[in-house]
């Protein structure tokens, strides 16, 4: 599905990214751990184009989208919720939710509903402006906004932060369902080990902007959590 090769990114003059590879298979959901400032951030954002390379690829079913446009990219099915989740607080829930289908020329009022199925709690709230809404509400709107778009892919960029836990639980609920309802790869970062874990059945580990450990969720040991999760 996703196919990293060798990439290296750059934030100004700084380097984050230093030749990471891996896939990404249809079906996945997989966690990408580690402190802050190891490049978790930096690396979802080249996936999705925010970030150009300077060396490597990344190929999505077999297409080669290194230069291809952040639009085009979600126009392929690549969907992302970025940290902080960046809704348009002077828009309504429902105006917020329709831009995220705009440029997709789907069935945008039957996925509309779909999608509030999972978040009936912003059905309430349609005609509210999104500033106004809680936290964990603007979260899933986040959540719902890119799945407007029908993605084949959706990547999370720590989701719980700044979130109720009770919300959290819902949150990891709400996507374990879309995944199986949808057939929607999830991939996350997250710092919080507990709610990534609900989720994901893989993880990956970075540190100076490296891949240090991968397998799957069963394998994460606490030698592997205290060497690159602790502070």
Do not use: C, W
């Not at 899933?140 to 959706?154: C, E, N, T």
């Not at 990534?196 to 069963?218: C, D, R, S, Y």
């Amino acid at each position: 599905m996703l196919k990293v090769r060798d990439i290296k990114v750059n934030y100004g003059k700084s380097k984050i990214i230093n030749g990471m590879s891996f896939d990404i298979h249809t079906g996945d959901k997989l966690v990408i751990i580690g402190r802050n400032g190891v490049g978790k951030t930096t690396l979802l954002k080249s996936v999705v184009g925010l970030l150009p390379l300077v060396q490597g690829s990344i190929d999505f079913f077999d297409q080669d989208i290194s230069t291809t446009s952040t639009h085009d990219r979600s126009r392929l099915g690549i969907a992302y919720v970025p940290q902080g989740r960046e809704i348009i607080p002077y828009l309504t829930v429902e105006e917020n939710l329709e831009l995220g289908g705009y440029a997709h020329r789907n069935n945008s009022d039957d996925l509309k509903q779909k999608v509030l199925t999972y978040f009936p709690a912003l059905r309430e709230h349609l005609k509210r402006k999104g500033g106004v809404l809680s936290g964990g509400q603007q979260q899933q709107l986040a959540i719902g906004r890119a799945l407007m778009s029908s993605p084949k892919i959706l990547l999370l960029d720590e989701p719980t932060e700044g979130i109720q836990p009770n919300i959290v639980a819902e949150i990891a609920n709400i996507l374990n369902r879309i995944r199986e309802e949808m057939s929607i790869t999830i991939v996350i970062v997250e710092q919080n080990l507990k709610f990534a874990l609900k989720i994901a059945e893989k993880f990956i580990v970075i540190q100076k902007g490296e891949i240090v450990v991968q397998g799957k969720t069963n394998e994460l040991s606490q030698e592997i959590i205290n060497s690159y999760l602790t502070i």
